[in-house]
Nanobody
Framework: QDQLLESGGGSVQAGGSLRLSCAAS????????IGWFRQAPGKEREAVAT???????TYADSVKGRFTASKDSAKKILYLEMNSLKPDDTGMYYC??????????????????????WGQGTQVSVSS
């Protein structure tokens, strides 16, 4: 069954590290965009790190230099290595995927920025 299943969340102190994993099944491969999103209490959901339709990796400004997303295609797992964690990083972290569409030049684009396929999420709590 094709699904997205996150793991690795937990509670850490500021400055600590966590590694999230997402068992991504078919979504780890083209033609899918895939990435990590998060939502803090009372805040809108935001993209943390996403692989676009052309394979490029984009990070939110707030996590650049601290978080690293990577794929293990052989294991069909998406990772998010999070270092130097801050209390503002607290939230539910989701793995999500979206179909890729190709334009007339053959360039791939995520069909929607909202992403259509979602995991259940894993909680990350960072205390000061």
């Amino acid at each position: 069954q094709d699904q997205l299943l996150e793991s690795g969340g937990g509670s850490v102190q500021a400055g600590g590290s966590l590694r999230l994993s997402c068992a991504a099944s078919k979504y780890i491969f083209s033609p899918y965009c895939i990435g990590w999103f998060r939502q803090a209490p009372g805040k809108e959901r935001e993209a943390v790190a996403t692989f676009g339709g052309d394979g490029s990796l984009t990070y939110a400004d707030s996590v650049k230099g601290r978080f690293t997303a990577s794929k293990d295609s052989a294991k069909k797992i998406l990772y998010l290595e999070m270092n130097s964690l801050k209390p503002d990083d607290t939230g539910m972290y989701y793995c999500a995927a979206e179909s890729v569409e190709f334009d007339l030049r053959g360039l791939g684009h995520c069909r929607s920025t909202e992403f259509s396929y979602w995991g259940q999420g894993t909680q990350v709590s960072v205390s000061s």
